[in-house]
């Protein structure tokens, strides 16, 4: 009952700051990223937490079943924290994302580091798997937070491209958010109390597209089983970094390693 009081009071302020997000989510993800001036564990950046343990959680189902001589591609690499962490896995690693701040940054953060390389691609966009296709050939994918921000239609353009990436060698790692309340009560897991929305939050709502659930029914619509075969799938914890005086934030995940048919 308090839990929803505190829902409908945080309310007004909660639409204040989401009326600033701009209506084209690639507008709105490069506006975010430009104004971000610090990442990590004491950054702005909501889901830039320190590896470790999510990590643990995918290192044995990329081992299990991903060809290691392939190279991947992180789409949607952000920053570019989990770009780096594939790099020591495969030959190479490729960071693309839509907001060219972001691989402005995630380039920066990477000076020094062979083999890590990142692009702007809108990889919603019809072609551009295919084009990622004709340029490394069968690749590895990792997406991590990507498909909850994005609607229905887009999820379904994002599979088909990642689907021409892939092709019959490479395999897909996904692993998103899903949180199945709604996303006052999301708010409120992350620390967020009428008057006090922790500042990495607030930037997100202030800034970013609404996320929603995504679980195995999201991930089937988005990934049709006569496209796709799942050879892993189910819960996993996806960290963003501590908040509201916490030493960490967990968020209830899923994952998925696919393959195409
Ligand atoms: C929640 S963040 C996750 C970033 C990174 N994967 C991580 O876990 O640290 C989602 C990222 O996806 C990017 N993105 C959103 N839509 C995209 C699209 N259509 N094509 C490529 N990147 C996209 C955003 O710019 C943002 O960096």
């Known amino acids: 009952m308090l839990n929803i009081l505190d829902q409908l009071r945080m309310m007004p302020e909660v639409a204040r700051l989401a009326k600033r ?3 084209d989510p690639a507008a709105a993800w490069e506006g ?6 610090s990442t990590g564990t004491e950054g702005e950046v909501l889901w830039d937490a320190e590896i470790g ?6 290192a044995h189902v990329l081992e299990g079943h991903m060809d290691d001589g392939l190279p991947i591609i992180d789409v949607g690499c952000g920053n570019g924290r989990w770009t780096r962490w594939l790099a020591g896995r495969f030959p190479s690693a490729l960071g693309v994302d839509v907001a ?3 691989v402005r940054r995630a380039a920066r953060e990477s000076e020094g580091l062979p083999a890590v390389v990142f692009r702007t691609l809108d990889l919603t966009v019809p072609g551009t798997g295919r084009l990622l296709q004709e340029e490394h050939g069968d690749s590895n994918v990792f997406v991590r937070g990507v498909f909850h921000v994005l609607r229905p239609r887009q ?7 990642i689907r021409q990436v892939v092709g019959s060698r490479g395999r897909v790692l996904l ?9 006052l009560s999301y708010m409120q897991s992350l620390g967020a109390r009428p008057g006090s929305i922790p500042a990495p939050l607030e930037r997100a ?24 075969s799942v050879l892993a ?3 996993v914890t996806i960290e963003a970094v501590p908040m509201s005086g916490r030493t960490s934030t967990s968020i209830p995940g899923y994952f998925a390693m696919m393959g195409a048919r």
């Open 205 to 228: 709502i202030g800034g970013i597209p609404v996320p929603g659930h995504f679980g195995r029914a999201e991930r089937r619509a988005a990934f049709p089983d006569g496209s796709w």
């Open 21 to 23: 997000t701009p209506r």
């Open 175 to 183: 692993t998103e958010t899903n949180f199945r309340g709604n996303p």
């Open 32 to 37: 975010y990223w430009s104004r971000v001036r």
């Open 155 to 161: 999820r379904r353009d994002l599979s088909e491209n």
């Open 100 to 102: 060219e701040s972001a």
């Open 53 to 58: 343990t999510e990590a643990d959680q995918y």
């Open 233 to 235: 799938d189910g819960p």
